[in-house]
Antibody, heavy 124, light 108 residues
């Protein structure tokens, strides 16, 4: 059973950099896309970005200038860095595994495993 | 378009049938996936692809697609189906992921 676990500081000061790590256990980090997704209190889900196990990345255009996602396959971990944070970045941050493939029926994209989420508050 | 549009809230009487919809241009090319989220919990995948349920998801939950609209149907909802439901897919470029705004389902 694949498990994902987020870790990192729960409190970050405005203008500083938010850093989180997701540790994958029970399965390989290879051959999958790994995403960070966040949810501000009382609001919906927002995709932040993904990294393929090989290291290629794509980010939400609205956050692209501040986001970096990296992977360490030797540790089965991938990480998020979000710079210049403000109160608007206060959210529950999830890591998740994306299945993405194509067959004769079309393109498939879905998140089959999620971490439990970690609340990050931006405040001085 | 990179957006997925959902109705903010839907209610259904216990035992009736409810359909939650998700609209977006990307759904013409990409199957939507659907997630159930209860307060304080991580989202749970309930439907993916044409109409696939992960293990443990009851068969009263089903999915479909027509044109640019994906639908999640719950036939005979139970009290435990009361939750927020989100749709998601890749955008039309295939490079980004998008989520709908979510639908709060109330079972009366």
């Amino acid at each position: 059973q694949v498990q994902l676990q987020e870790s990192g500081p729960g409190l970050v000061k405005p203008s500083e950099t938010l850093s989180l790590t997701c540790t994958v256990s029970g399965g390989s980090i290879s051959s999958y896309y790994w995403s960070w997704i966040r949810q501000p209190p009382g609001k919906g889900l927002e995709w932040i970005g993904y990294i393929y196990y090989s290291g290629s990345t794509n980010y939400n255009p609205s956050l692209k200038s501040r986001v970096t996602i990296s992977v360490d396959t030797s540790k089965s971990q991938f990480s998020l860095r979000l710079s210049s944070v403000t109160a608007a970045d206060t959210a529950l941050y999830f890591c998740a595994r994306e299945m993405y493939y194509y067959d004769s029926s079309g393109y498939y994209s879905y998140y089959d495993y999620w971490g439990q989420g970690t609340l990050v508050t931006v405040s001085s | 378009s990179s957006e997925l549009t959902q109705d903010p809230a839907v209610s259904v009487a216990l035992g009736q049938t409810v359909r939650i919809t998700c609209q977006g241009d990307s759904l013409r090319s990409y199957y939507a996936s659907w997630y159930q989220q209860k307060p304080g919990q991580a989202p749970v995948l309930v439907i993916y692809g044409k109409n696939n349920r992960p293990s443990g998801i009851p068969d009263r939950i089903s999915g479909s697609r027509s044109g640019n609209t994906a639908s999640l149907t719950i036939t005979g909802p139970q009290a435990e189906d009361e939750a927020d439901y989100y749709c998601s897919s890749r955008d039309s470029s295939g490079n980004h992921v998008v989520f709908g705004g979510g639908t709060k389902l109330t079972v009366l």
